[in-house]
């Protein structure tokens, strides 16, 4: 028995014993750090960071490309489309009369530059019978609103209005020579040689559009009337002076064939103006009696 307690002690014995002691608190070590990670406390993301998913695939953001992180932080908004008001064509209540299959028509013309010569402004100026300026006209290709498609395409004439007749008859100075036009498809009330109720007010609204004005004639089919007046749509930098007198009820549409282009326009024009109660048919609208 003695010989066997000592054989236990012996070195290599100790050396054996120690090893083994050290492997299994190695061991145990490892367990030990195992376990206890999940009591550390979880690490705290930099301020600003964002976590960002693929919401399809829930993608860590590690694993996305710059351009999809850029794009989920930051999403483009969808485009508004906002109306150019500048394009926008007039008059659209016309579009069924002007088009019949319901697309919107273009169109092109050519519409002068008209030069006076000498260049003195037209405001106040009164033709006399020692001198007379001198209208050119230059044609360019303009855009023009809805409501002029009616007009036969044409090089208009130009001319200087130079009296206000009535509520559809001007004076106009064309190439030196001064011409009475009467307006197409347009009756205004009378206020020279018989006095007509509106007829006054039809007279100076139209002088307001045209007098002293610089002014395109288009011809429809006839040059002239009975009368020897000229027969001409008259337009002014910003106005279809036939159309706006039945807009506003200051005439009313006339038709007299052949000049018939812009005929169905203007009676539209008028049963708008007479719903409307506008001008002249303000005179006819009913009153309530008290």
Known sequence: MKRRSLHLFSPLHRAWSLRLVLTLALLGGIVLACNFSQFLP???????????????????????????????????????????????????????????????????????????????????????????????????????????????????????????????TLRVLIDGREEKVRYIGVDAPESTTTQEPFGKEAARFNAQLVRNQIVELYRDVSETDRYGRLLRYVVTPSVFVNLELIEEGYATAVTYPPDVACAQIFQQAERTARMLGKGLWALLTPTASP
């Not at 989920?72 to 150019?84: A, G, Q, R, Y």
């Not at 530059?113 to 009164?126: D, E, I």
């Not at 001198?131 to 009616?150: G, K, N, R």
């Open 42 to 168: 979880a690490a705290t993301p930099q301020p600003g960071a964002i976590e960002a998913t693929d919401s399809a695939t829930e993608l860590p953001t590690s694993l996305l490309s710059p351009a999809e992180l850029l794009s989920t932080l930051s999403p483009s908004p969808e485009p508004t489309l906002m109306p150019d008001t500048e394009t926008t064509p007039q008059h659209r209540q016309y579009l069924p009369l002007l088009s019949g299959d319901g697309a919107i028509p273009t169109a092109e013309v050519l519409a002068p530059s008209p030069t006076l010569t000498p260049a003195s402004a037209p405001h106040g100026l009164q033709p006399t019978s020692t001198s007379s300026p001198t209208l050119t006209a230059q044609a360019t290709p303009t855009s023009i609103p809805l409501s002029y498609l009616c007009i036969p395409p044409q090089t208009p004439q130009i001319g200087l209005v130079t009296k206000v007749i009535d509520g559809d």
